[in-house]
Structure formats: C-alpha cells, structure tokens
C-alpha cells in the first residue's frame, strides 16, 4: 500500500493502461525469453490481439525483436521474441579513488572494451579525460551499435534530479556537477550513482540476475563499504539520497578512525584498506588518505594470493574482515528482513577463506532463526559489478514500472 503524494504525482491519462501493459510485456518477454506471442497472451491472461499490438508497439521502437521458430505440439510454429540488447550499447564508468574504469558494454552488460586510468581527483581534470577517453572509445567501437547513453558510479552521495554529487569523502568532492560537462563533451545523456544503490539496480535489472527477488541488499566492498537496498522492488534512497551507509554504523565506538572522520564504523573494520592496514599492522586513516595519496604498498588481491600460498598472518588478516562483514551483516538483517544479501568487491576472490567467520559473525547477531540463515551471495570474480552497476543506470529505466499516482 504506497501513500499518494499530493504534491508530487503522476495522473493517469487515457494511455496509462496500454503503457503499463507495455512494460509487463516487455518484462515477461525479458525474464522467459525466448517466448511465443500465445505464451505471452496466456502468462497475462488477455487476448492474442491486445499482445500483438503490444509487440508491434516494442519491435517498432527496437526494445524486442522477432529471432527464430519455436516448437509448437501442432499447428504452426510461433515465432518467439527476444528482448534486444545486443546493438544498443553502453559507457559504464566506475569512479574510485584509486582508479577510474570505463566500459563499453551492451544492454545486457556484455563487455565489448574496457579501460582504465589513474584517477585525477580535480573535478574539471576528470571531466576532460573522461570526455575525451568516451569519445574516443565511441569512436574506435562504434559500429556494434548505437550508444544510448553514459552511466557513471561515484563513491559518494548523489542528488537524483540533479546529479550533483552531494558528497564524495575518498574524492575530497562536496556539491560537484561533473554531469552537465561530460552530458556537453560526448553529447550523449549521463547518468550518475551511489556506486552500491547502482549495484542494487544492476541486481535487479541485468541479465540473468535480473530474477533475483525484491528485497534484498546488495553489499559492495572496496576503498569504501556502502550498501544498495531493495524493498518490494524498489530502490531506497532515503529522504536526501543517503540511504544505506551502513558503512559508517559504529561497530565499536572506540575502534580505528574511519576516513570519515568517526571511530570505529564498519568500513574501517571491513574496507581493502582495512584488511591491509590490518595484515601491515599499520594504522587505517593516514596510510593512503585523499590528502597524501601514495603508493599503495600491497593490493587486496596480492594479499588473498599470500594468503593461498600460506601466509597465515594474511590468512587471518582476510578471515577477521569476514568475520567483521557477518556482524555488519546480521544487523543488516534484522533491521531490514532481506531475502539475500549479495556482496560485490575484491573480497569475494576469498570467499571460500571468508565463508564460514561471515556465516558466524551473522549468526552472533540475527534475532531469529529465519534472519540467521539468510543466504548471503557473494558476487562472482571479476564481474566487474560497479561497471554492471553503471550499465543498469542507462538501460534499466527503459523496463521500470511507470510511474502512476
Ligand atoms: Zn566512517
């Protein structure tokens, strides 16, 4: 039951119904592709002509397409119908501290190029490079498809209407527009996101993934920890956009500083960072803060290869930050009753190391036995998720449920 908001709705016109219909078309022919016109007609229990219509509607507008005859048990074959993904292309940028990734992707998120660069942390520096390395990527790749648009994941919060991002701590960025000038440069519409609630979208939105449930969390750890949350189907921003930092809930109000600046948040418990700082025996905040950014003395995945190879100091290192993940976790659980939480970052290349401390430190803290057995999903290796995520900026909105009341 959603409360209509009388000061910002949308009135049903006489188009409503078709259009609504539209998108269920749309969504049943994505998630049991490849599908006949009758099976259709039969999943939404209406007429074989209303779907027809419908279909003319979609194939007309390039969102589905005709491919081969399907089996039938008599009678003519049917045609069956597919989602169209593959000639509609992408620009995914992921925004991180250390490094900024691009991609050009197709609708479904297969990878057609990828490349990355040093971050430049100057706002106007960032937008050149970006612009130039998009138009030029658009340019040597261009004949698979037309580009429909950028999406770009930044560590930070971002106001929705604007795209402003509001505030990026690893960045050093408050109240900065990047959008408008790469929008200007590679004259194309940009997207930008919370990199986990992009994650959470590309969760919910891409590829096979796509019929995963309608509550669920999507953690993502890297430089930062941050959380996507999905409840009945939709993504939760909050009141200004800033939902789901449970990266900086206290764990332990007198633990290490965060580079947010308070003691003891889950990040500086579960970060890359800090499971080296942790494995280094260093302190986490001045290793590589946004101030004196260095050479990062040991990557996370080079510290999971020691760890296979016997180091049991790095072995331990990466356990204590899985078991740190489960206790995060299981408060996630019991405040929000998800169905799954998945979790995206480098950690997951460990999980066979991490599996059990997570399940522990979950099961230390769930208040039922229904929270304590919630699966917990890690993401596969090298999926790039944060790029999935960027990705499902751009194609996502077009199968979205309209906006009605
Ligand atoms: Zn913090």
Redesign the pocket.
Known sequence: MRKIDTRDFRRATRTTSREINRRIVLNLVRDHQPVSRADLARRMNIGRGVVTSIIQELIGEGTIYEGATGHAARGRRPTMLYVRTQDRLVVAVDVRFSRTFIMLSDFAGTQIALESFETTLAPELLVNELSDRINLLLASHGAHGRCEGVGIVVPGMVERMTGRILVAPQLGWRDVDIRSAIADRVGLPVSIENAPMACALAQMWLGQRGNSSDNFVYVTVSDGVGAGIVLNGQLIRGDSNSAGEF??VAVNPDGPQ?????HG????YTSNQATLSRYLGKELSPIWGQSTRQAVPLTIEELIARARAGDKQAASAIEATGHYLGVGIGGIVNALNPSQVFVGGEITGAWDMIEAAVREGILERALTRAAASTPVVPEQVGGYPRLRGATALVAAPHFAAPRVA
């Open positions: 990266g900086h965060c580079l947010c600046g308070a948040c889950w990040e500086a």
